[in-house]
């Protein structure tokens, strides 16, 4: 139905001839960004109702005193329908060290939250298929559980800001909201978001038509394909700096796939945009030393690059 | 009266303040706004994700971002 919208508009309104790059990168364009709001108004939507029935108060009860393996199953789980914000990962962190969950279950809760996040969800699903979104939550799961299991092996408690431990923290009894008051609040929530990414995805899917329309295979090929061992780390590496553009990021790199690049470049790339994020590591920089805040960074990427050699040898 | 909003001074903290700051000029009464960008501060509330408003020493929203119309009917 949106495709055949899309035709509509691009090749009787406004009368460009199909097959042309220029048709050919409109005709993208629209029918791209149709389907991308579509998807992310019903999907936050739904994501925010979820999620407000998982405050971080009650992931943190859920996970206090859990031992490693079941304990980063459930915190990597948990990740995902727990609102996160890296503007309260100091907060959230102290909250949970200090109510006994292993440092290695907070990590990985850490890394899921913000890895596994709705507008990556929906852009993935709406641009690339049910099978890659659901790659990419799975391969997610599975890197936010081994890097939880790692640094709490590693016994890195004394790298954490030693003022954390010494920290008094209340509990107060968060007032709890009816039903009624979640689903108005979920709107909001998706209006507003809605309303800050929208520029990113316009101009993402904008690229992205640009270069399904214009840029030859074999250019891309050449450089970030299958041949090439190191488009891996280099395509992590592009990605740290490009963190809350994931809405702009994804549809370029959907394009870059239709022109020959690998999935597991891919997947790797996406990952690095979502979890990794410099501005984040500035706020953990609070409540870690430098040094762990490194292992972490160090212990997430190696696990990104794994996986993205995994997926282009196997694929 | 008092009204506390809890943040280390992200963006949404500082929204969350402007938003108490009306909801107390349209209900027109004497509240007092203040803001809580002290860690351990933040914490004695139990609290887990900011921003958050703390109205008398009640916690009304965690992690949210209320508009000033909801704020003005918990101070009523």
Known sequence: MLKTLADYVVFDLLMARPGTHLGEALNFFIYDTLKIFLLLSVIIFIVAVIRS???????????????????????????????????????????????????????????????????????????????IAFMYVGTGLVIAIISGIVIGK???????????????????????????????YAKDYTGELLRKIWPYIL??????????????????????GPGNPLAVPVAVLIGVPLYSNAAGTIPIVQALMGKGLPIGTVLAFMMAVTALSLPEAVILKNVLKMRLLLIFFGIVALAIVGVGYFFNAIL | ?????????????????????????????????VKVEDIQKIMSYGV??????????????????????EIKEWIK
């Open chain 2, 48 to 69: 887990l994700s900011t921003p958050a408003l703390v109205i008398d020493g009640v916690v009304k929203a965690a992690g949210k971002l209320p508009k000033a119309e």
């Open chain 1, 53 to 131: 029935y998982f405050p971080p108060e009650k992931t943190r009860r859920i996970l206090s005193r859990r031992h490693v393996y079941v304990g980063n199953a459930l915190a990597a789980s948990l990740g995902i329908v727990t609102p996160f914000c890296s503007c309260s990962a100091v907060p959230l962190f102290i909250g949970f060290v200090e109510s006994g969950v292993p440092l290695g279950v907070t990590f990985s809760f850490l890394v899921s939250s913000p890895m596994i996040n709705e507008v990556a969800l929906v852009l993935l699903l709406g641009l690339f298929g049910w099978k």
């Open chain 1, 203 to 224: 101009v993402g899917v904008g690229v992205g038509g640009f270069i399904h329309g214009y840029v030859p295979s074999e250019f891309l090929v050449k450089y970030a």
């Open chain 2, 1 to 33: 009266m008092k009204i506390e909003v809890l943040g280390m001074g992200c963006a949404s903290c500082n929204k969350l303040y402007q938003n108490a700051l009306e909801a107390v000029r349209q209900s027109g009464k004497e509240v007092q706004v």
């Open chain 1, 154 to 184: 590693l016994k890195l408690e004394k790298y954490v800001q030693d003022y954390v431990y010494q920290m008094k923290v209340g509990h107060a009894e968060i007032v709890n909201q009816n039903f009624r008051e979640k689903i108005k």
